[in-house]
């Protein structure tokens, strides 16, 4: 069965949630704490990127010349599935 986006945006931001706690507690090894930080990193942009592409979305309703809103499609979701098959590997 395939999960839907927000499952995917859900499950980044818990896992960056919980390596902030990882880190914030200041017990790691170095070279794991940088582990931990650089996935961190990595979990941030595909959170912003799926936020991103949220907010553009709800731009494309648009008001039309007489007043009314149009929507138009909105094709991002194609050229963002490469970030989503690399945070497949990292969940």
């Given at each position: 069965m395939a999960r839907k986006k927000?499952?995917?945006f859900e499950e980044a931001l818990?896992?960056?949630q919980d390596l902030?706690?990882?880190l914030e507690k200041g017990d790691l090894p170095l070279e794991e704490?940088?582990?931990c930080f650089s996935?961190?990193?990595r979990i941030?942009?595909?959170c912003h990127s799926k936020l991103e592409e949220a907010e553009q979305k709800v731009e494309m309703l648009l008001k039309d010349q007489q007043g009314g809103w149009a929507s138009a499609p909105f094709e991002a979701a194609q050229a963002n599935s490469a970030d989503h098959d690399?945070?497949?590997d990292g969940i």
């Amino acid at each position: 069965m395939a999960r839907k986006k927000s499952d995917l945006f859900e499950e980044a931001l818990k896992k960056l949630q919980d390596l902030v706690e990882k880190l914030e507690k200041g017990d790691l090894p170095l070279e794991e704490a940088m582990e931990c930080f650089s996935e961190g990193i990595r979990i941030s942009q595909f959170c912003h990127s799926k936020l991103e592409e949220a907010e553009q979305k709800v731009e494309m309703l648009l008001k039309d010349q007489q007043g009314g809103w149009a929507s138009a499609p909105f094709e991002a979701a194609q050229a963002n599935s490469a970030d989503h098959d690399d945070l497949q590997d990292g969940i």
